[in-house]
């Protein structure tokens, strides 16, 4: 199976910084990859699909890139909903997520 | 406006079965593929099973295979996961969730979870 690595694990910031998650797959998964937030006690949301479309009715200050093996997720201006866990998953084999970036104010 | 409703959950003892329901509505159900996926408390999410449109696939994560049985009534817009053999590790939320119907799979729809709880 491939496995995705993300970091950091955990992330303290303040409204309005920009902050950037990494997703790392073992092998090359061309562009198959996408993003979750999740709140607690919720059902997470798709932010980001194929690496950098960004879903319908996501805030734009939502971006992602990364192809191959190397993906990032970023948040150009913090907001205070924003404050979550995030996933990314792969979606070239069997289905794996990673192992979650927990966004904490700081 | 999808919805997905899942219900079934409960505690169950470890060798029990469980069978989760998933009333869809808001959409097309035979057009799309369908998946539970599962979060241990604290824990991060895990795809625990697939079914295509019309059933003929299936595919599971190996820690469930032969264990558990994703199916589907398209006329009841309903998807299922009939779970047998259960084990204290697959204490989780289970959420059943919506492909976004394009070259790859995402989990555009997600319903609100149904807690399993395996436990003597």
């Known amino acids: 199976d491939i496995q995705m690595t993300q970091s950091p694990s955990s992330l303290s910031a303040s409204v309005g910084d920009r902050v950037t998650i990494t997703c790392r797959a073992s092998q090359s998964i061309r562009n198959y990859v996408n993003w979750y937030q999740q709140k607690p006690g919720k059902a997470p949301k798709v932010l980001i699909y194929?690496?950098?479309s960004l879903q319908s009715g996501v805030p734009s200050r939502f971006s992602g890139s990364g192809s191959g093996t190397d993906f990032t997720l970023t948040i150009s201006s913090l907001q205070p909903e924003d404050f979550a866990t995030y996933y990314c998953?792969?979606?070239?084999?069997?289905?794996?997520f990673g192992q979650g970036t927990r966004l904490e104010m700081k | 406006e999808v919805q997905l409703v899942e219900s079934g959950g409960g505690l169950v003892q470890p060798g029990g079965s469980l069978r989760l329901s998933c009333a869809a509505s808001?959409?097309?159900?035979?057009?799309?593929?369908m998946f539970w996926v599962r979060q241990a408390p604290g824990k991060g999410l895990e795809w625990v099973a697939n079914i295509k449109q019309d059933g003929s696939e299936k595919d599971y994560v190996d820690s469930v295979k032969g264990r558990f049985t994703v199916s589907r009534d398209n006329a009841k817009s309903s998807l299922y996961l009939q779970m047998n053999s259960l084990r204290v590790e697959d204490t989780a939320v289970y959420y059943c969730?919506?492909?976004?119907?394009?070259?790859?799979?995402?989990?555009?729809?997600w319903g609100q979870g149904t807690l399993v709880t395996v436990s003597s």
């Open positions: 808001g959409f097309t159900f035979n057009r799309y593929w």
């Open positions: 998953q792969q979606s070239h084999s069997t289905l794996t």
């Open positions: 194929a690496a950098s």
């Open positions: 969730a919506r492909d976004k119907g394009i070259w790859l799979t995402t989990y555009e729809y």
